[in-house]
């Protein structure tokens, strides 16, 4: 029996992470989480290994606390770091987490369009753009 493994041929130390997306199901490089306060990128997780990103959000938010003395007033994040559970820790503290509402889609919500507002996709996309520009600058940028 032959056991088949994907490896990348340039960096044999870092191991493939399996993401499940359609252009890509498997990539390879280290999963980097930053937060950007006041459009300044600050690295919160450098990991070569697979872990799921959700379970970052509330340590990085009280990172947040300690730097600043405050909890923010709201949080713009992709949807993985939208559980259930980060969610009910947010309202607890009073903090908005951007994203539509967890349950059916309201009726207002189902208009096509660039979603603005309560999302919060437009600060979010700003922190694509960054993670985009910071792999053009060192040449990785992949599709994605």
Known sequence: MYKTEKKSISQ?????????????????????SISVVDGISLPERMSWNAYNEGCDLVRDI????????????????????????????????DIRLSGVPLGRLRRTLRRTGPAVGRSGKTKESGTQSK????????????PG
């Open 62 to 93: 009280e990172r947040y606390r300690e730097r600043y003395g405050r909890y923010p007033e709201s949080v713009h994040a992709d949807k993985i770091y939208r559980t259930l559970a980060n969610r009910q820790w947010c309202k607890e503290r």
């Open 12 to 32: 044999p130390h870092v191991r493939p992470i399996v993401r499940g997306k359609a252009a890509a199901k498997t990539e390879f490089g280290m999963k980097l």
């Open 131 to 142: 993670a985009s520009s910071g792999r053009r600058s060192v040449g990785t940028d992949w």
